[in-house]
């Protein structure tokens, strides 16, 4: 089974609105990261916060992690249509494996 | 950098052929992945290689699937014979060793008839 479950699984918003995913893990990580993928399209590197972070910026992103609930969220601020993709989280191992949850599906409509 | 890349894209073939899928990874990278994603199963991870060497295929189906890695620059899928469920998209990643940031290819739209 994989380690980040996401939620909501499909989130369908407006633009200029903000768009918030979230992300739970079940066993200790050493950092975890979110990407997108567009339709038809491999996966892309959004963000990494590790353990000892609590909140990470990247223009329009903010991530938080909380080790303690062992949780994530991926705010995007302002959203675009263009923003329009799924959206995953994966956990990492000091061994350089990372494990991915299920997406989120976001619809940004003009 | 020309990222990674995977060929073919797509690839449209008969139960009981044997399919190769194929992957270059990013220059430089140690650590290569094979991912397959199916809208039942979500991204699943089938092996990675570190160096080279296979070092968790744990994800890996079946016996009907291999897969190596003779260099640092090459990397094949193969399933033998294929079947109908193994119709997905493949996904090719690499990353440097111990960064867990990866870069993914393209990926290879596989059918079995």
């Known amino acids: 089974s994989q380690q980040g479950e996401e939620d909501p699984q499909a989130l369908s918003i407006q633009e200029g609105e903000n768009a918030t995913m979230n992300c739970s893990y079940k066993t200790s990580i050493n950092n975890l990261q979110w990407y997108r993928q567009n339709s038809g399209r491999g996966l892309v590197h959004l963000i990494l916060?590790?353990?000892?972070?609590r909140e990470k910026h990247s223009g329009r992103l903010r991530v938080t992690l909380d080790t303690s609930k062992k949780s994530s969220s991926l705010l995007i601020t302002a959203s675009r249509a263009a923003d329009t993709a799924s959206y995953f989280c994966a956990t990492g191992t000091n061994a350089g494996k990372s494990t991915f949850g299920d997406g989120t599906t976001l619809t940004v409509k003009p | 950098d020309a990222g990674v890349i995977q060929s073919p894209r797509h690839e449209v073939t008969e139960m009981g052929q044997e399919v190769t899928l194929r992957c270059k990874p990013i220059s430089g990278h140690n650590s290569l992945f094979w991912y397959r994603q199916t809208m039942m199963r979500g991204l699943e991870l089938l092996i990675y290689f570190n160096n080279n060497v296979p070092i968790d295929d744990s994800g890996m189906p079946e016996d009907r699937f291999s897969a190596k890695m003779p260099n640092a620059s090459f990397s094949t899928l193969k399933i033998q014979p294929s079947e109908p469920r193994d119709s997905a998209v493949y996904f090719c990643a690499s990353s440097l060793s111990g960064r867990n940031i990866q870069y993914f290819g393209a990926g290879t739209r596989l059918s079995v008839l």
């Open positions: 916060i590790r353990s000892n972070e």
